[in-house]
């Protein structure tokens, strides 16, 4: 599983959470998301009586019937974190004692769905800026950090299950220094046509009720539209990453959503000693090199480099 691990980016491994477990964490997160059962709002919302439903994650806490964020106050859902398999993978696929980034409850819902692309060859981006602002490194095992998705139901192909590009995180770096230079970034975690990144064909993550999706921060994905709009796909997820890594890949706090308005022009402006107060690795780290300082540059427009350069081995 480990080798599986490094060369793709990510495995599905199955029965990591037993049938009961499934069942009744999704009944949490239905009561979470809609106040009652998904088969009843979907009645509802065929009679006009229902509008739009929040993801949990994007939206306003307010948007969502109950708390989405860990913990959300229901043991079936906060004791999956319990599972001492679960936690065996996340140490064996980081190499490392795991430290939690965060965890949430992510529900795609089939007739109000708008999280996906407009073409199929568009939307392609990794997830590391949810808890990182560094871009990423060309050692994806040391830097990144790992997500998972706990599969509450069975996710079929007409399930809008994420795609996948194997073996992209290792190459991610590379993929997103040549998109700067070519045009093709979308933003500072995605590609704007990912035909032109030369990576191998999407996988759907389709999955078992009960397995659970670990996959590198580094990976690239998308989303894509559901097949079968009357269904939904209601995953609980958890980030965590190497203890010997946290202090500059969880940086959940001061760089979350609505404060990064405020912390990165600060941060942009500031000194590497201070950066290195918020976790940011000090000038003559490894994760320092000619790429990963090109890419900060575009990660943060104006940021002075030199001193990290200055120090380069």
Known sequence: MLEQFKRDGYIFVPDVFSAEEMDAALNAMERNFYGKPYPSWLEDFERGEQGSVGDGFTTKQDEVVGRSQFPVGDPALDRL?????????????????PTYCN???????????????????????????????????????R?????????????????????????SHTRAARVFGEGWEKGNMASVSHVRDIRKAGLKDPVPAVGKRGSALFY?????????PFENKKKQRAFWTLSMCRRDADRWTRFSNPFIYGEREYMLPFITQTTPRVRSLFGWPEPG?????????????????????????????
């Open 81 to 97: 974190i319990e599972n001492e398999r679960y936690l065996d993978l996340y140490e064996l696929f980081l190499g490392d004692r």
């Open 143 to 167: 830097f990144s950090y790992i997500n998972s998705g706990v599969y509450l139901h069975d996710v079929d192909d007409d399930g809008a299950p994420m795609l996948l590009l194997p073996g």
């Open 285 to 313: 780290h490894p994760y320092y090199t000619e790429q990963t300082l090109d890419l900060l540059g575009h990660a943060f427009p104006g940021i002075d480099t030199a001193p990290y350069r200055d120090a380069l081995s």
């Open 216 to 224: 590198s921060s580094y990976l690239l994905h998308s989303a894509q």
């Open 103 to 141: 965890a949430h409850l992510f529900m795609r819902t089939g007739p109000v769905d708008k999280r996906y692309p407009d073409e199929s060859w568009s939307g392609y981006h990794v997830d590391h800026n949810t808890n990182c602002v560094l871009p990423p490194s060309t050692d994806a095992g």
